[in-house]
């Protein structure tokens, strides 16, 4: 393995490596080596941006450093979906201490290429600096192409909630990982690289989705802000969702719930949505219905009871 490390290298020569022989996207007539990237905007602009910790949302030895590079695209690119818009590009601040080795770098940025060719997206620029521990900022924008985006705002009585991707694979993960295993993979997978349904945001949009959000810190706990946006009731039936044997086995392992994992489980970035009667696309599970009502999110008509989701400043 190649012992040079970012800061034998220098930031320039860092920086020139991650960048070297990125592809040219047909939106962006500036990319890297300017002040700023230029990127063509077809309709309205849409914009997110996701921070990764070391230590808080992620661990160097539980995450390999080109899955790493993946999440951290993934994470934030799922907001763009959200909206019901089309990825554009990516922009990546990023804090690592000096002696990294420069071949974690490569691996690093290997991913966040991956990701952003997974995503369509193109990434255009970023910024590099020094700091104690590993800080990823991803900024994405993102296009609306003449559509209008889909709000948390919007949901109504009479319409029925869906999910696109996975629930709770990667709250499965993390428990495995947290008593030192490292089995079903599959799980540790998905908490390592979240699945992102691309494209299924502006699916969404086309069909008449109502309201829409990014599942990242748990689905009671998502689906409350278009609960509290919209001013409605959100009941979810639990007989509707399937359960996979792998979060069967933890759950059995550890003396959990199975379905909590699915219900409360973040970073797995699915989509949930809120579509009128009958315009629900294929690939979308239908697993609630939206009421008058105060503004809350319950399963089987009552309320759930545990924490609905993570809080930053809460745990």
Known sequence: MDATTVGSLGEFGTISRITAGLPHAP???????????VFLVNG???????????????????????????????????????????????LVGLTVPADIPVAWIDDLARGIRLECEAAGAALVGGDLTRGRDVVISVTVMGETRGAPPVLRSGAQAGDVVAFRGRLGWSAAGLAVLSRGFRSPRALVEAYQLPHVPYGAGAEAQLAGATAMIDVSDGLLADLGHIADASQVAIDLDSGRFEIPD???????????????????????????ATFPLGKVPPEWRVIGVVADGEPTVLVDGEPYGATPGWDHFRH
């Open 246 to 272: 792998p979060l069967h086995a933890v759950a059995s392992a550890t003396g959990a719930d199975p379905l909590r994992f699915i219900l409360t489980g973040g970073e797995d970035h699915a989509l949930a």
């Open 27 to 37: 939106a962006v007539s500036v990319g890297p080596g300017d002040d700023a990237a």
């Open 44 to 90: 309205s602009s849409v914009t997110s941006v996701d921070v990764l910790v070391e230590g808080v949302h992620f661990r160097r030895d539980w995450v390999p450093a080109e899955m790493l590079g993946r999440r951290a695209v993934a994470v934030a690119s799922a907001d763009i979906e959200a909206m019901g818009a089309h990825q554009g590009a990516v």
